[in-house]
């Protein structure tokens, strides 16, 4: 296939089986401000490796990696993402492709068999990236049926499809919540560690990465499981933490912490994730999995101060960081943190190379400079606990308190 054939119409592929949706596709033009943020990894190209699909590639993780495998290896892969368009996703994201000769979008929808069939022969996939995912650990909890139709279900198909289809590679992008909350004077953990998901997201990924393992047990498929922390930077939706807070403080809002504010997250940079991907791509082995993960380990709460500090905000007194760090009841169960062990990946040469200070700089001032604008009105996510009722966000109506929420007791584990 020539890469041609791969470019559709000015990138841009909307399936013909359903209405599609206009808000979606308005260009105002905001993604021609905006720096082309990519990785720093480069290999040589793999000679079994031509067409590469990659689901969920208007939202934030797959992004990054869409843009640096299309704009990294231009003469090698031809790139498509493949995207239903949910109410986190944004083709500003993917935007400044369209005029790449190895670049499509393909508007489609995981859960429908016939439109990802449809993707991957109409474009000879051999290469699959899997990120769509409905991924906010918050909305799991009110909307689980979704998490287990999108995120099981959804991975059935893909796997289906592309055991018709014989891909070459099929990397399955799951996530470290999967094994459950990590107690601090545990050991990281590694991959062989067993699987103890604690929330309807993290176990809806747990039930998709036992059908990618059953699919390459009874079929053979080639397939690579991924399982990374939390990821942060520009281009994130504003309904996870860093982003929101950017913008609740860029309002000269508040911050409005879940409980305490003391469960504690590992974070690693988009440029880094994207690097592992590639890293993953290229000298991953099949049947395999692989932790993606950094040392830099934060609470909420200590996440409040830093970014008051980058965005020169007086908190340094107990009144002033009131003025600006309130708090909310917590999620009916919230692990308090996870640890993972990414040795293994290092092993094939990746390393996190930017630092949480550096990382946190350069995406605060991205969504100074763009995130009131790249999603269009964000003013219903930066609620404490939104919902999304057919891909419209809906604010809540949380009591929010100046005062820490004291977190119930939980039982010891045995």
Known sequence: MTAAQVQGTNGVHPSSSKATKPRFFEDYGIWKQAP??????????????????????????????VRHLTLTY?????????????????????????????????HGDITNPSEVLDCMERFNIDTIFHFAAQSHVDLSFGNSYGFTHTNVYGT????????????????????????????DDD???????????TNPYAASKAAAEMLVHSYMKSFKLPVIIVRSNNVYGPHQFP????????????????????????????????????????????????????????HDEISNIQLCRMLLKEMDIPHESEEDFHKWVKYTHDRPFNDHRYAIDATKLRHLGWDQ????????????????????????????????????VEAEVVSDKEEICDEPQVPKKRKSPG
């Open 353 to 388: 190379k930017t630092s949480f200070a550096e990382g946190l700089k350069i995406t605060v001032d991205w969504y100074k400079r763009f995130g009131e604008d790249w999603w269009g009105d964000i003013s219903k996510v930066l609620s404490p606990f939104p919902i999304v």
């Open 36 to 65: 082309v943020l990519i990785g720093s990894t480069k290999f040589e190209s793999l000679p079994d490796v031509k067409n590469i699909m990659i689901t969920g590639g208007a939202g934030f993780i797959a992004c990054w990696l």
């Open 239 to 294: 309904e996870k933490i860093i982003p929101k807070f950017i913008c609740l403080l860029n309002r000269q809002r508040p911050t409005v912490l879940h409980g305490d504010g003391s469960p504690t997250r590992r974070y690693l940079y988009a440029g880094d994730a994207a690097d592992a991907f590639d890293t993953i791509l290229h000298k991953g082995a099949l049947g395999q999995v692989y932790n993606v993960g950094s």
């Open 74 to 106: 231009p003469e090698a892969y031809n790139i498509v993402s493949f995207d239903k368009l949910d109410y986190c996703s944004s083709l500003n994201n993917t935007r400044m492709l369209n005029d790449k000769r190895n670049f499509t979008f393909y």
């Open 187 to 197: 050991d990281d953990l590694l991959e062989t560690s067993i699987l103890s998901p």
């Open 156 to 183: 059935h198909v893909m796997l289906e499809s592309a055991k018709k289809i014989g891909v070459k590679r099929f990397i399955h992008v799951s996530t470290d919540e999967v094994y459950g909350e990590v107690r």
